[in-house]
């Protein structure tokens, strides 16, 4: 089997770049990726000469390219990650989110479509979405596979609207597809914008500690090898047109996360308890910022047995050891350098 997964030298992709690779040595895994800020093929240095892994750098926003890919490669199966993720840039610049999310999408739908055409015996689409499409829940509740759509940001819209074009692909064209929606991700290799490695980063360095609000903001946390794991088993046992949840059943409030994570700190870098949390810092809060995420994953473990492995204190201090222990890959994201190990390991 030919899988190309896109996004896979980001956060998450990179973790399910690995897993299919070092699980599957009969797959061969074409890695996609335009290398945006976010992409950094240094995630991936532990697999990046093995037999059945290949990285191509484009853009799926191109649609002759991705349409090219196609016809060259010949896959079997595609697992979309490629993505615009951050909140706050969508509210600044929502245009490269449409791009990206809706319309890269479908150049790949449409690719899968010509490609297979209209023969998806063996084939399969999958998408991987976010809770965000939900929009925000109140005190109680969660969020299951049936919960309406209400995305508040245009970051949350554009993956709502790429989640109803899959679907629409598969109602109309009989397209193999399945979306599954995560919550928060968190652990090694996440770009220090997010919450967690930010704070990480600012605290090893006696730097603010930026805090939306009050902190009251409630989010549910999964470890990003239980989310790899998950799409695994989705991408393997799931039917045609199903839609999973994944979830860590993990919810913290933001100030709350952030204190557990100064007192991990103090006791990691040999402070005195209470001294990382001097440098907390509450900023004026995020537009269209909702109050609480959580995931019900109950069809995921009913249909497909998956449960998280971790839960979040002993996920988050595996976290803060890796930050830690790969200091140079933190300081190279920070400085830029990153982004010199493409034309050093691949050429221009």
Request: one cysteine or more.
């Amino acid at each position: 089997m030919k899988i190309i997964i896109t996004g896979g030298a980001g956060f998450i992709g990179s973790h399910v770049v690995r897993r299919f690779v070092n699980t599957y040595p009969n797959y061969q895994i074409i890695n996609l990726d335009k290398l945006t800020y976010a992409g950094n093929l240094a995630n991936l240095k532990d697999i990046e000469k093995a037999e059945n892994y290949r990285f191509v750098k484009g853009d799926i926003t191109d649609a002759p390219f991705i349409d090219n890919l196609f016809a060259q490669e010949k896959p079997d199966a595609v697992i979309h990650l490629a993505a615009e993720s951050h909140v706050d840039r969508s509210i600044s610049n929502p245009i490269d989110f449409v791009l990206t999310n809706v319309v890269g999408t479908v150049n790949l739908l449409n690719a899968a479509r010509e490609y297979w055409k209209n023969d998806y015996t063996g084939k399969r689409f999958y998408h991987v979405s976010t809770d965000e499409v939900y929009g925000a829940l109140g005190d109680t509740g969660m969020f299951t596979e049936e919960t309406k759509y209400d995305p508040h940001s245009p970051y949350s819209a554009s993956k709502a609207s790429s989640d109803h074009f899959v679907r629409a692909y598969q109602d109309t064209y009989g397209l193999n597809t399945v979306i599954s929606n995560c919550s928060n991700n968190y652990g090694s290799h996440h770009f220090p914008e997010k919450l967690i490695p930010l704070a990480i980063h600012n605290i090893k360095n006696n730097k603010p500690v930026p805090v939306y609000g009050k902190g009251e903001n409630i989010r549910d946390w999964l470890w990003v090898e239980d989310h790899a794991r998950a799409i695994d088993v989705i991408f393997h046992q799931a039917e045609a047109g199903d839609t999973y949840n994944i979830g860590g059943h993990n919810e913290w409030k933001n100030i709350d996360l952030i204190q557990l994570l100064c007192t991990i700190m103090d006791k990691k870098l040999n402070r005195q308890p209470g001294e990382s949390a001097k440098l907390i810092t509450f900023v004026k809060d995020r537009a269209g910022h909702d109050l609480r995420y959580a995931i019900d994953s109950t069809k995921l473990q009913k249909n497909l047995d998956w449960v998280p492995s971790l839960q979040f204190e002993e996920g988050l201090e595996k976290t803060v050891d890796w930050y830690m222990a790969n200091e140079e890959w933190l300081e190279n994201v920070t400085s830029g350098a990153y982004q010199e190990y493409y034309e050093n390991q691949y050429g221009n």
